[in-house]
């Protein structure tokens, strides 16, 4: 039987970041389920597809194929075969993605994917839904979090190390606004599964989390 790991958290608390590292440590697979959504997004951009549209949002699904390979050891997502994980990268995308995911119809055309991958592999998968929906028997699920200015601060500092201009206010209103939109959807919201282990990381550096996480493996795996 496989070994899973859930992560859920909101945009922002480092969440990809530390899942990578984890899932190195460990020899893990690490499935990045943002990605997945994103590349939805991004198939709905290009066509101009109305979410709101059911009858529009099926027929636009039934023509996306989102499927996933590893370069070394990276996860890469293809759209109908081409590889899009550079270009689902834009905020733009992240927020077409906070939107059409409260569609079920969205959920749905990923659940069999997510839950393949678990089946097979020893994986980390990170994600919104992982511990409450997509894993609910994992072996260990964490409900990683920091506070909002913590995470905007992050990202800021993100785009600014690239050399894009940005505004700390409006990277915190959009955050803000992202949160909500995926906590309070009715379809698989944004929150923390009974039995997840909450850690908090504003106050941590990224190894210290990757630590705290491979304790709490070692934890269950004795268990
Ligand atoms: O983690 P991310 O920023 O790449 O995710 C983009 C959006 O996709 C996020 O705002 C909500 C949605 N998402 C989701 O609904 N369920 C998941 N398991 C992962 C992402």
Do not use: W
């Not at 922002?12 to 899942?19: D, F, V």
């Not at 984890?22 to 709905?44: C, H, P, Q, W």
């Not at 998968?125 to 964490?142: C, H, N, S």
């Not at 700390?168 to 599964?193: S, V």
């Amino acid at each position: 039987m496989s070994f899973n790991i859930a992560i859920d958290g909101p945009a922002g608390a480092g969440k990809s970041t530390i899942a990578k590292k984890v899932a190195e440590k460990l020899n893990f697979i690490y499935v990045d389920t943002g990605a997945m959504y994103r590349t939805i997004a991004l198939s709905l951009l290009r066509n101009k597809v109305d979410c709101k549209n059911e009858t529009e949002l099926s027929h636009a699904l039934d023509q996306v194929e989102v499927t996933i390979a590893y370069e070394d050891g990276n996860q890469q997502v293809f759209l109908n075969g081409e590889n899009v994980s550079n270009q689902i990268r834009t905020e733009e995308v992240g927020t077409m993605a906070s939107v059409s995911s409260a569609c079920p119809a969205v959920r749905a055309k990923l659940l069999n994917l997510q839950r393949t991958m678990a089946e097979k592999f020893d994986v980390l998968m990170d994600g919104r839904d992982i511990g409450t929906q997509i894993l609910p028997e994992a072996q260990l699920k964490v409900y990683l979090t920091a506070s909002t200015a913590a995470r905007a601060g992050r990202r800021y500092q993100e785009l600014k190390d690239k050399g894009q201009e940005c505004s700390l206010e409006e990277i915190e209103k959009d955050m803000k606004e992202r949160d909500y939109r995926d906590m309070h959807r009715e379809t698989a919201p944004l929150k923390q599964a009974g039995d997840a282990v909450l850690v908090d990381s504003s106050d941590m550096t990224i190894d210290q989390v990757v630590e705290k996480i491979i304790g709490l493996v070692q934890l269950r795996r004795e268990a």
